[in-house]
Every structure is written in C-alpha cells, then in structure tokens.
C-alpha cells in the first residue's frame, strides 16, 4: 500500500485546532482507500521562538523538504509582531520553495448563505491565482534614520519576466480547464506604469499561446465592485500577490466565511513539496474556545489529496464537507450556527464513512 509523508504545521491560535481536526479527517479517509497517510508534526510557530527565538528550526525547511505536502495552520501569536511571525514560517516556506502559485477556489457550498442579495450559489464559482513569490510580497526593502523625523521606509514590489510570465502561463492553463475557459486578469496599470504595464503585456502574450480561453483585464479597485454587483461575470482570475491576497478574502466573505476558504501554495514543478492551509490567520478572538470553522483546512486537505495523485479521496472528502455544510445544524458561530469545531469534525467523519459511491 502506498503512504504518503505529510508534514502537518499547525502553526498558532486557531491553527493547533483546525490542523488537529484536518489529520482526524484525512485518517479517516485514508482508512477507506487504499492509500496510508503517515503524519509528522512540527510545532514551530509563536511558543517555539519564545523558546528558541526563531519561529522554525535552522534546518527546518531540510526536515519537511522530502515530505510528499505539507499541511499548515496559521502563523501569528498574539505576543509577536506578526511580520516576524509571517516571514519567520509561513513564507520562510513558500519562497524556499518556490509555491509560486498559490490557488484559491470559492464557491458557495450547499447551506452556506451568501451576503450578496440574489446569489443563491452557482452565480458565484471563482478560482483566484495569485502571484506567490514576488510582487508588492518579494521582502525587499529597508528603513534608515529610525525614529528621527527624516527616516525614510520602502517596500518595493519586484516583478519579473520570469516570475509574471509562469504566473500567466499557469492561470491560463487552469482557465483551460474549467468548463468556462474565461480568465480575467487583474491589473493597476494606470496608475502603476512600469511593472503593471509589463504585467499586462506579458498576459497578452501568453493568450497568444492559449486560444481556447478567452480573457478579458480589470483594474483591481473596479474588480471589487465587478465581484460584488457581478460575480457571475467571473470565472478564473489572476492577479499579484497583494491584490489576491485583499481580492480573495473579500472573495471568502461573499461566499460565507473566511471560515471555509481553502488554498494551495503550488510548485507546479514538484521540485519541493507544496502547502495547503485555509487562507484564515490565527483568529485570536476566538482560539481557545473550540468553535473554529474547520472547512477551511478540511476544503485544503482536499485540494491536497488531489496534488499527490489521489483524486477519488479528494472528491470523496468534498462530498462529505458538502453534506455536512447542507445542515445547518451543523455550522459554526461564523456562520450563523451553534456547531462547534469537534461537531463538524465528527459529523464530516461520519460522512466520509457513511459514503458508498
Ligand atoms: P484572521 O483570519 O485570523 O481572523 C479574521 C476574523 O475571521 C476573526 O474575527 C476570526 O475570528 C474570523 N475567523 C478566521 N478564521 C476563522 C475560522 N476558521 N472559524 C471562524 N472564524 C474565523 O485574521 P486577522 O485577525 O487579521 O489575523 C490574526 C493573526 O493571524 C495575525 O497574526 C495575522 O498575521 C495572522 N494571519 C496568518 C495567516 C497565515 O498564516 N496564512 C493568514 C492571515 C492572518
Ligand atoms: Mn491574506
């Protein structure tokens, strides 16, 4: 029987219990297909760097490096600035190791409610990709003169032939693939003239290579509103790393909660490990009290099991998130319910078992 090594990172706050919750349900999907899950943890986050004064090992990236995925929490811990959080785990992960497309499914599940008046579910079936490994995110910066009245900051956004050009390709290709072959790409190049004017050139060069998928540009601040007031009007869409961050967290809300939203950080070239996290933080507000949204990672574990070459797990695992988000009974305080994280855990695990197809 094959097993798969998954590195599990709960991270901080809430990450220790939707990550706890996620390995439950894998097991127990691995338990009724022919495929075994072996798990290692790692608890590096906030209470490791008090301890160490590093949110991971030195070595830590050589220890989950040969693993098969990888399946994070949430980096941030109420007593560290959370640019030392950040930086010091989630993408000391992700720039190492070149998840430079990160993938952000949202629909709406069966159940779930969406704010937006008039949507009712397949009005609103989007794929975000995001530019994972440079942009307005790339960590390129200073700040001289501290404290003194002329300091001066910057964070400079580097874009790259290369770095744009494989974001393009790779978006297109997902567009491809869905049945409404439509990407539209998200822009600010009125206002930002160098790097966002070759953004948009470099996407009309690699439709060139894409006839079948037609695409269409929006500049990021219209696409709030185009999302808001037209979401059937989108499909997939690409966009850099700080405008899909904001777009897709708007994304998630429209959904339902930001309780649900999943997401993969690729290296579509399998060089090193992916990572798959819900696309929520550390939710400080509510950690402790056994009522955060587990969907989010369960959504991830899903789009895992899919990466490693087990597909018929994956849609097993999205039927049986489905059927638990079709009861209301079943959902947690973020989305209007009285569920806790061990109710939803449970009842998806009943699904999985309960599943004959
Ligand atoms: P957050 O996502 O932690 O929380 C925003 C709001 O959504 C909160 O009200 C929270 O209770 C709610 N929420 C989030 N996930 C939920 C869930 N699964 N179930 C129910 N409710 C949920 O964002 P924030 O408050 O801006 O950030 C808190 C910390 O997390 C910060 O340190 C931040 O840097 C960190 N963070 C980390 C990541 C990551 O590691 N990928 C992502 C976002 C934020
Ligand atoms: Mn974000």
Not at 23 to 32: I, K
Not at 44 to 62: A, L, S, T
Not at 202 to 229: G, N, S
Request: net charge negative.
């Amino acid at each position: 029987m094959k097993t798969y090594r998954i590195a599990a990172i709960p991270g901080d706050g809430i990450g220790g219990e939707v990550i706890d919750a996620g390995v439950e349900v894998l097991q127990a999907l691995a338990a009724r297909e022919n495929f075994a899950l072996a798990f290692d943890r790692f608890d590096w986050g906030g209470d490791y760097y008090k301890r160490h004064g590093r949110m991971m090992p030195q070595d830590g990236r050589e220890q989950i490096r040969h693993h098969d995925a990888i399946l994070f929490g949430s980096a941030g811990h109420p007593d560290i600035p959370d640019h030392v959080t950040l930086w010091g785990l989630r993408l000391a992960i992700c720039q190492p190791f070149d998840q430079y497309a990160n993938v952000r499914p949202t629909r709406i599940l069966p159940g779930i409610t969406s704010p937006l008046r008039r949507v009712s579910g397949p009005e609103l079936d989007w794929v975000i990709v995001r530019e994972n490994s440079e942009g307005e995110y790339s960590g390129i910066g200073g700040r001289v003169h501290q404290g003194l009245p002329e300091e001066v900051a910057t964070d400079v956004s580097i874009m790259t032939r290369a770095g744009v050009t494989r974001i393009m390709r790779f978006a297109f290709r997902l567009a491809e693939r869905r049945p409404r072959k439509f990407l539209t790409v998200v822009t600010k190049s009125n206002a930002q003239r160098h790097a966002m004017v070759m953004w948009d050139e470099i996407a009309a060069e690699v439709a060139a290579e894409f006839p079948a998928v037609t695409w269409d540009k929006m500049l990021v601040d219209a696409m709030t509103m185009r999302m808001t007031l037209k979401p059937e009007s989108l499909d997939t869409i690409v966009a850099t790393n700080l405008h899909a961050d904001i777009l897709s967290d708007l994304a998630a809300a429209l959904a339902g909660s930001l309780g649900i939203a999943p997401t993969a950080n690729l290296n579509p070239e399998r060089q090193f490990p992916s990572m798959f996290e819900p696309i929520h933080g550390s939710a400080f507000d509510i950690m402790g009290k056994g009522i955060a949204n587990p969907v989010g990672t369960f959504w991830s574990a899903s789009m895992l099991l899919d990466h490693i070459g087990e597909p018929a797990a994956a849609a097993r695992l999205m039927r049986a998130i489905e059927r638990v988000t079709a009861t209301p009974e079943l959902h947690t305080p973020d989305l209007g319910g009285k569920a806790t994280t061990r109710i939803v855990t449970d009842a998806v695990v009943a699904a999985i078992q309960a599943d004959n197809s």
